[in-house]
């Protein structure tokens, strides 16, 4: 007859037809492998309290609800694992070892300890402040103002393209930048090539700043014979 063998409530569990059986896993004593003369394996369960040597036995051929329980050397070796893993969830370890260390864990009371009350009400508290708070006016103080607004300006975003050859220059309120050469001969970019299928970008990294503020600094570009596809950040 196949049965059904299954971890249910922190009990083994065994369904055998209609018929259910629950084991206790403090009851178990002791779970071992073994074979019979046809190489058939089974799962032996024996008891604590059985004084008359009467255990479970679990054919692997018979258990039809764990693949992997196989009427094998190894699939019985799994079951075993198994089971022994659901007895160890319903029985976890109140004892922790710490390795290399002889002396008990924990401060020990010293003469001149001084007992700490942590109490439950955590709530605010009113507090008098009868002095005024902060640094008093100086002979050379200097007044300074803090704004309360500190947004960024809006950032415009653009993208073009240029087919055109000329040298062009991007806006000196521009933040950042990017360059992509789609075309099919050399681009220049700063005085250096940009080849085919080259991107380049730069980024002025900090808050309100810029790439140029003068014309001499500004970004260039030339098109050359070829295509550029240009992004460009700016305020």
């Given at each position: 007859m196949?049965?059904?063998?299954s ?11 209609s ?5 206790k ?15 058939d394996?089974?799962v032996?369960i024996n008891?604590i309290t059985?004084?008359k040597?009467?255990?479970l ?12 329980w ?14 022994s893993?659901?007895m ?5 370890s109140t ?7 002889t002396?008990?864990l924990?401060q ?6 001084i007992?700490v009350?942590?109490a439950s009400d955590?709530s605010?508290i009113?507090?008098?402040i ?7 006016n100086d ?5 300074v ?7 960024a300006?809006?950032?415009?975003t653009?993208?073009?393209?240029v ?7 991007l806006?000196?309120?521009?933040r950042?930048?990017?360059f ?9 970019v700063l ?6 299928g080259e991107?380049?970008?730069f ?8 790439l140029?503020r003068s014309s001499?600094?500004a ?6 014979t070829?295509?550029l596809?240009?992004?460009?950040v700016?305020?």
């Open positions: 196949a049965i059904q063998v971890d249910s409530f922190n009990q083994l569990k065994i369904e055998r037809g018929k259910v059986e629950y084991y896993y403090a009851t178990i004593k002791s779970i071992s492998p073994v074979s019979d003369s046809n190489n394996f089974a032996v008891f059985d004084d040597d009467n255990p036995v679990l054919k692997m051929k018979d258990i039809s609800n764990q693949a992997t196989l009427n094998t050397g190894a699939g019985v070796n799994v079951a075993i694992e198994a089971i893993d659901w160890h969830t319903d029985n976890p004892n922790v070892t710490v390795e290399g260390w002396a008990p924990g020990k009371p010293m003469l001149a300890s007992p009350v942590v955590q605010d009113g507090v008098d009868n002095s005024p708070i902060g640094q008093l002979a050379n103080s200097v007044s103002t803090i704004s309360r607004d500190q947004f300006p809006e950032l415009l653009s993208m073009f393209r087919s055109a050859a000329g040298l062009n220059t806006p000196l309120t521009t950042s930048c990017s992509a050469n789609v075309g099919a001969n050399d681009a220049e005085g250096a090539t940009l080849k085919t991107t380049v970008s980024d002025s990294g900090g808050f309100g700043a810029t140029a001499g600094n970004v260039n570009y030339n098109c050359l070829s295509e596809l240009i992004i460009v700016s305020e």
